[in-house]
């Protein structure tokens, strides 16, 4: 239990550390950093295969970036395309599952289901309560989607 929980607290850290885009007191591109945490936390704590895919997933889930397909549903019915945009763009932290497959998670592909369901489940909450909370919604969305994804994958390294 100790273990999904350090992960969705570190999830929830590094997905919000990866979507600033107005601090730059590193260089570069947050998610570098942030993919980098996330290995030596996981090669520390864990071991060099789960680093691996871990920080994999973060990159691939993170680089190629949404290009404004996520625009808090304001644009008509775009909140049903967002939905459909989140839930896929999130099935891209795939290789920590396939990995977790490897290594026995039987349930590795049904738990990539429920995440990318939890993460989207997030954002659309999020966009329905965020803004009357806050003009950057972001700040409540981005650590919620991280610490869905990490307790998830804080569960198939438990396991």
């Known amino acids: 239990m100790l273990t ?14 990866s ?6 007191w590193v260089p570069g591109r947050h998610i570098y950093w942030a993919a980098l ?11 060099i295969g789960w680093a691996l895919a871990v920080a994999v997933s973060a990159l691939t889930y993170r680089l190629p970036g949404w290009y404004g397909s996520l625009d808090m549903g304001t644009h008509g019915d775009s909140l049903k395309r967002d939905v459909r945009v989140m839930f896929s763009c999130t099935l891209r932290i795939a290789p920590v599952f396939v990995w977790a497959l490897t ?19 997030v954002y659309v909450l999020g966009n329905l ?31």
Do not use: H
């Open 129 to 159: 309560v965020g803004p009357k909370l806050t003009k950057d919604p972001f700040r409540y969305i981005e650590p919620g989607v991280g610490a869905v994804l990490g307790s998830i994958i804080g569960l198939m390294i438990a396991l």
């Open 37 to 47: 945490a996330a290995f030596l936390i996981t090669w520390a704590l864990v071991d």
């Open 19 to 24: 979507g600033w885009t107005n601090q730059s």
């Open 4 to 17: 999904v929980l350090f992960s969705a607290l570190v999830g929830a850290v590094l997905n919000r550390f």
């Open 103 to 121: 290594q026995g998670v039987y349930l590795a592909p049904v738990l990539l289901l429920i995440a990318a369901g939890g993460a989207t489940a």
